[in-house]
């Protein structure tokens, strides 16, 4: 009986370790697409954005989630999602940087 609860004791080590992999790499994946996306919002937005990385990383990963969604319910995929997510991107950071330039101006 000890051994047998030993083994379903590694067993559930076992997939719990894997599911805390699994998590780790898609955040990590989740933080990469983030990046790209982001850095491609920024380029297709005329001028210089007063925005830091770590913004512009957030905007990706909302830009990618919300891309995702939104081309999930339209029923499409590959290169319509990542345009989607692109323009997303670029919205959210057109959106996050419209209060700051106020800001500066008064």
């Not at 067993?11 to 990590?28: D, I, M, P, Q, R």
Request: hydrophobic share 70%; no cysteine; glycine share 16%.
């Amino acid at each position: 009986m000890p051994i047998l609860l030993l083994l379903l004791g590694v067993v559930v080590l076992l997939v719990v370790g894997w599911a805390l992999v699994s998590l780790t790499f898609k955040l990590l994946g989740l933080v990469l697409t983030g990046v790209v996306v982001g850095a491609l919002a920024r380029l297709v937005l005329p001028g210089s954005q007063p925005i830091g990385w770590l913004m512009t990383i957030l905007a990706g990963i909302a830009g990618s989630l919300g891309g995702g969604l939104l081309a999930s319910v339209l029923g499409v995929g590959g290169l319509v999602q990542f345009v989607l997510a692109v323009a997303l991107a670029a919205a959210l950071i057109a959106f996050v940087i419209v209060p700051r330039r106020g800001a500066l101006a008064r």
